[in-house]
């Protein structure tokens, strides 16, 4: 049975690009199916499956009211709540296996909101005039592929040619894999995990994955934080081992690897278990050492490489990082506790390293126990977190907390 790649597009303005696209795909053998979030119009040049009223109409909006408003933002907004309700929806009832779709910013914009609302594993291909830059926002924790469209998405030329070839190969490519997992189905548990807390994670993962369970390891650079939370709060994980919550140094410092100030959410509205460890909260991230703020200039620096200088926070900023970690959890619907190692949150922070500051680690801690909850454990340990014995007593917490909640 061949399969069926989904068109997103404003056909009002790029058919010509869509329809040689369209005629791409088809060659390759897949079935096509279109989405029209143009709001001035259609196109003539194939058939339109989803027509932009009906988009429009699922965000929310009236498309002959958005045609006479002439605002295009307030369109590309109720067009990408559109595009997201219908995209899931057509998913739901089995009518494509991947997606394509080609744009600007507002283009791509609205195609990358439906992108997002479809499962990991859905392929996803997105040629966009702004797929050099940042884009996280319009990918979010999706694994959607970004093709820089080199040129504009305007008209059919020898550059733009060659990449609508390139992105109808990459998804009729991936819509043909066999997709039947080679892996065994085993509960999956999170981890976070930073260069300076490998060891301990490491050791975490072993001794789980010994015990049944598959490990998905984040690294937390700010996307990884975002993305190992955007799939607690979808239902895929069991538990969280929290073992390094460094974005949240970010956050507070203006670092380069911060998640947001929604990360430590997710666990607790999904009511996952979930153990929280102050790891690497000692290193605020920012780029080369020119890339320092000016008002950091006169504190502790680490070069970790070329690109990555980190700054140790302070003892202030430990205690701010501690209060919102006791307020997160303490909103929590599910188990939750915290484990503190005494003798450093990282490899830098140890007697006779870099980062080692007992009081501003200690102004973290006390500000944990200080703003938790009654009801939430907090245990200690005197040894560094990349000790043998933190990592042991990490995995024996959790699994006790994923066992309680079972019985429950």
């Known amino acids: 049975m061949s399969k069926t790649i989904l068109l997103i597009g404003a056909f009002d303005v790029k058919g010509v690009e869509y329809a040689f696209v369209r005629e791409l795909i088809e060659r390759q053998g897949c079935g096509v199916r279109t989405m029209n ?74 195609a990358c909101a439906a992108m997002r609302a479809l499962p990991i594993g859905v392929p996803k291909v997105m040629v966009s005039t702004i797929a050099a830059s940042d884009t996280s926002a319009l990918v979010g924790v999706k694994d959607v592929v970004m093709i820089p469209s080199i040129v504009d998405v305007a008209g059919v030329n020898r550059i733009s040619e060659k990449v609508f070839r390139e992105a109808v190969g990459a998804v009729c490519g991936m819509v043909g894999m066999d997709y039947a997992s080679t892996v065994e189905a085993r509960p999956i548990i999170a981890a976070t995990m930073f260069g300076n807390t490998t060891p301990c994670v490491d050791r975490c993962r072993e001794a789980l994955t010994s015990r049944g369970y598959e490990v998905l390891v984040f690294h937390c650079t700010g996307s990884g934080g975002r993305t190992m939370e955007g799939l607690v709060g979808e239902g895929y994980v069991e538990g969280v081992l929290d ?11 203006g670092g380069v690897f911060s998640a ?35 008002r950091y200039k006169g504190r502790v620096l680490n070069h970790w ?104």
Not at 40 to 60: S, W
Not at 392 to 408: I, P
Request: aromatic share 4%; net charge negative; hydrophobic share 45%.
């Open 37 to 110: 979030v143009g709001v001035m119009g259609g196109t003539d040049l194939f058939p339109i499956d989803v027509d932009a009223e009906r988009v429009a109409e699922a965000g929310g909006g009236d498309l002959k009211r958005l045609r006479e408003a002439h605002d295009r933002g307030a369109s590309l907004d109720v067009m990408s709540r559109g595009a997201a309700v219908v995209a899931s929806k057509e998913y739901a009832e089995g009518r494509f296996d991947g997606v394509l779709a080609m744009g600007g910013s507002g283009g791509t914009g609205v």
């Open 260 to 294: 947001g100030d929604t990360r430590l959410d997710a666990p607790g509205k999904r009511g996952v278990p979930h153990l929280i460890v102050p790891g690497c909260v000692d290193m605020a991230n920012f780029g080369g050492a020119e890339m320092i703020p000016e």
């Open 305 to 408: 490489s070329p690109t990555v200088t980190l700054m140790r926070t302070s003892v202030d900023e430990n205690a701010r990082m501690g209060e919102v970690f006791a307020r997160k959890a303490n909103a929590s619907r599910g188990p939750v506790a915290f484990l503190l190692p005494l003798r450093g949150v990282s490899m830098l922070d140890k007697e006779g390293e870099a980062f080692w500051d007992p009081e501003a680690d200690g102004a973290m801690f006390e500000a944990i126990r200080k703003h938790v909850r009654a009801g939430i454990e907090v245990a200690e340990l005197d040894c560094n977190i990349n000790d043998a014995g933190f990592a042991d007593k990490a995995v024996e917490m959790l699994l006790g907390m994923m066992g309680r909640a079972a019985g429950a």
């Open 243 to 253: 073992i390094t919550t460094t974005e949240w140094a970010d956050e507070v410092c």
